[in-house]
């Protein structure tokens, strides 16, 4: 039975422009940029494209083979045309760079967050903010004001940032989310942060938020469009990491170079690649019909 394709607009609570903004923001101070560097995010403010090209991925996602009570380590699979596909925590690894294992906060119990102390207080001096918890969107107004981001000690300014990156950017959560309270342990002692297996911690929520997200609405999608007519758009909204769905639909088919282009050198591969032409609905026969590859697989410059 032939698939029923639909239009769709899509939205992704991945925010890539922050990192943008982190780095303006650190560069006004070496000291503080250098600290950035010397953690396990900081090759991410070379990313040299924010955009998530998301009628790609609604594209990509609507090809998401059904897998009954899927549990995080099963893959997605696609099926496109002839072509059977697989994402999973190999693909995710070399794509984020960052390490997977088991994730254990038992180190951060019955602790109390210096920095939770300290934006907290920032927040409710200065920025007349009336809360007890942190929330994304919180760090974000710290960072947006000049004199509140310059007052803070050059390990704090790291900090807010690392967790703006964290929850705004890896985790795709909507800026009005909580952060957790093991993650502001964490972040106090940046050698642990950067010991901390954060490709497992990110595949999690987005295996979660991901998983059979089309499959989820498309039934009601596709009542909606039978019964307000061709011109009706559906809409929904990806959570968690949804861009290393794009940059793995780059390495997976090789004619996505008449679109976008890739520096061999750079790891990990989400950092490698920059936009070119733009990509139009009516390219995705040229790019799904090439050759493809079943799997990624680390390269030399992977051995890391």
Not at 199 to 205: M, R, T
Not at 206 to 222: C, D, E, P, Q, T
Request: aromatic share 14%; proline share 3%.
């Amino acid at each position: 039975m032939r698939l029923q394709l639909y239009h769709a607009k899509v939205s992704t609570r991945t925010k890539l422009h922050y990192l943008r903004t982190i780095r303006q923001k650190l560069s006004a101070n070496r000291e503080r940029l250098s600290l950035f560097k010397s953690t396990v995010f900081s090759d991410w403010l070379n990313i040299k494209t924010h955009s998530h090209d998301n009628h790609l991925l609604h594209y990509l996602l609507q090809h998401q083979r059904e897998v009954q009570n899927p549990d995080i380590n099963t893959p997605f699979y696609f099926d496109i045309g002839q072509h059977s596909l697989e994402f999973g925590r190999q693909e995710m690894c070399l794509i984020l760079g960052f390490r997977f294992g088991d994730v254990s906060f038992a180190h951060c119990h019955k602790r109390k967050s210096g920095f939770k102390t300290c934006s907290l207080k920032i927040l409710r001096e200065n920025l007349r903010e009336r809360t007890q918890t942190i929330k994304t969107d919180h760090l974000v107004k710290i960072l947006n004001d000049p004199f509140e981001f310059g007052s803070l000690t050059n390990d704090d300014a790291v900090r807010c940032c690392l967790l703006i990156i964290l929850e705004n950017v890896f985790m795709g959560k909507q800026e009005r989310s909580l952060v957790d309270e093991h993650i502001l342990f964490l972040v106090d002692n940046l050698y642990a942060w950067n010991a901390f297996p954060w490709g497992e911690y990110i595949w999690g929520e987005f295996h979660k938020r991901i998983y059979n997200a089309v499959l989820k609405v498309r039934h009601r999608h596709l009542s909606e469009i039978a019964e307000r007519g061709d011109s009706y758009v559906s809409t929904y909204t990806l959570c968690g990491f949804a861009f290393a769905l794009k940059v793995w639909i780059l390495e997976t088919y090789p004619n996505a170079t008449n679109w976008w282009v890739k520096d061999d050198s750079v790891i990990p591969r989400a950092l490698a690649w920059e936009d070119g032409p733009k990509f139009e609905n009516n390219d995705y026969d040229l790019l799904f019909g090439s050759n493809y590859r079943v799997r990624l697989f680390p390269t030399g410059e992977n051995l890391y």
